[in-house]
């Protein structure tokens, strides 16, 4: 049975996942993507918004070099890998303050223990346990970085991926490994070596291997002949791959792997179904679908264990910029800022920030489109528009003492806004006076006096209350 086995190369597979190659493409997309993510420690003003607590230890420590010989980059990536390979990814706290120091531990020896029976310490704990070098170490809760899977059962562990889609990895590897036989048998095919009489097991071994040669194109000279005795035939196994649906099986098992890393499709070069409107629409899916829960839970475990109480009740917190990932096309991102900046969210100098420009004088100011007012104050600028403040020029104005009663007229409120359209394009120079009084005169009925009194006054309508929006 084994010697079958071995025939049809379904023997064992490499014990490393990590040589399947969507195994390991979706590894190193996540990995990178968490590892190029700047890491800021903010701090909550209240009313003064958010701002980066530069002058904090821990800032540049976290956003620089977590130890001595890791980048940020290099830190957060080895983290990451840890946690999809082996489910978890610890990493020990050394030092305080300024002198604190993240080292990556090997998650293949750490055990983690609960010490329910206060064996290790006074108070009952979760422990991490690190053997090393034949020594243990004992690390508490409040030592270790710990991250995990979403997929765990009690909240502590999590389980990885090679674990759970065991099956469908091997699977990819054989598949790969059958692929590899081919491209060494030259892509002969198996075949069936028939005769007549009885080999010795030695002189049947010496005859295989040099028909074997032969088929592999071993022989100097001679690619395409194959020789066989007399009283000997030649009976090849044609498996063609199409006729397996080789390569669709294999494509939807590279999907079901990237599935359960959160990858999508077109992340792994399959393209067939997408439907993405945009480059910026499809990293907005993948964040949002698969990064998100990873950076919330790094961001709660660094605000948790390596912040005192006390700044924590102060507002600072640890926080990934996803901004480098969802950025847009140049264009996009100028008229994206353009737009804040004019409604008063970004300061310019800000907006410059974020496409690596230099600060410029004056530039920390909030500015925006003057004819911008608060909600309390909207509908005033009718009820105190006079004509005193419009161009009168050539026109007959009556004046206030002497100017007649305006006419009690049914006005719907659809009627009275745009009547107060009207005075509005005036008041801001869109819209001639003698238009305006023209368009009154003919859509409603009053006469010109009435309408220049209205344009100059539109109190003058005795619009309700509840009718100017206040209410």
Same mark, same amino acid.
């Given at each position: 049975m084994q010697q079958l086995v071995d025939f049809l190369n379904l023997g064992d597979v490499p014990k490393d996942k990590m040589g399947e190659a969507t195994?390991?493409?979706?590894?190193? +997309?996540?990995s990178e993507s968490i590892g190029k993510l700047p890491l800021h420690l903010l701090k909550s003003n209240g009313k003064s918004g958010v701002i980066k607590a530069a002058n904090h230890p821990l800032y540049r420590i976290l956003k620089y070099r977590p130890n001595r010989y890791m980048t940020s980059t290099a830190f957060w990536t080895a983290?990451?890998?840890?946690?999809?390979h082996y489910g978890n990814a610890y990493a020990m706290i050394g030092g305080y303050d300024q002198h604190t120091e993240l080292w990556v531990l090997p998650p293949e020896e750490v055990e983690i223990w609960y010490d329910d029976q206060k064996i290790l310490a006074d108070t009952p704990d979760i422990w991490y346990l690190w053997n090393h070098g034949g020594n243990c170490f004992k690390f508490s809760s409040s030592e270790v970085i710990h991250l995990r899977t979403s997929t765990s059962f009690?909240? +502590?562990t999590g389980l990885s991926v090679q674990d759970i889609l065991r099956t469908t990895l091997e699977g990819n590897q054989k598949a790969q490994q059958m692929l590899n036989?081919?491209?060494?048998?030259?892509?002969?095919?198996?075949?069936?070596f028939q005769y007549t009489g009885?080999?010795?097991?030695?002189n049947e071994k010496i005859l295989m291997r040099k028909i074997q040669a032969y088929a592999k194109g071993e022989v100097d000279g001679i690619n395409n002949l194959l020789p066989v005795p007399t009283g000997f035939s030649l009976q090849p196994l044609d498996i063609k791959l199409t006729d397996a649906q080789f390569l669709d099986v294999k494509k939807y098992s590279a999907l079901q792997i990237a599935a359960a890393f959160g990858i999508k499709p077109n992340q792994i070069n399959d393209y067939e179904k997408s439907s993405y409107a945009s480059a910026e629409a499809q990293q907005l899916a993948f964040y949002v679908d698969t990064l998100l829960y990873v950076l919330k839970q790094i961001e709660e475990e660094l605000t948790y264990k390596l912040l005192t109480p006390k700044e924590i009740w102060q507002g600072y917190h640890f926080k990934f910029n996803v901004s480098v990932i969802l950025r847009a096309d140049l264009k996009t991102q100028i008229d994206t800022l353009s737009t804040a900046v004019g409604n008063f969210i970004y300061t310019p100098n800000e907006a410059r920030a974020f496409l690596d420009l230099a600060a410029k004088e004056h530039g920390d100011q909030l500015i925006g489109n003057g004819s911008t007012i608060p909600i309390q104050d909207v509908g005033s600028q009718y009820r105190n528009t006079r004509t005193d403040d419009l161009p009168t020029d050539g026109l007959d104005v009556a004046d206030e003492t002497d100017r007649p009663q305006i006419a009690q007229v049914s006005l719907n409120g659809a009627q009275i806004s745009s009547i107060l359209e009207v005075v509005q394009s005036v008041a801001h120079h869109e819209m001639e006076l003698q238009s305006a009084i023209t368009l009154l005169t003919t859509a409603f009925p009053f006469d010109h006096d009435t309408a220049v009194q209205i344009?100059?006054?539109?109190?003058?309508?005795?619009?309700p209350e509840k009718g100017r929006g206040s209410e």
């Open positions: 195994y390991f493409a979706c590894m190193k +997309i996540l983290m990451e890998n840890n946690r999809n009690d909240g +502590i036989r081919l491209y060494d048998n030259g892509f002969a095919g198996k075949m069936v009885e080999l010795n097991t030695e344009i100059g006054n539109p109190d003058l309508l005795n619009i």
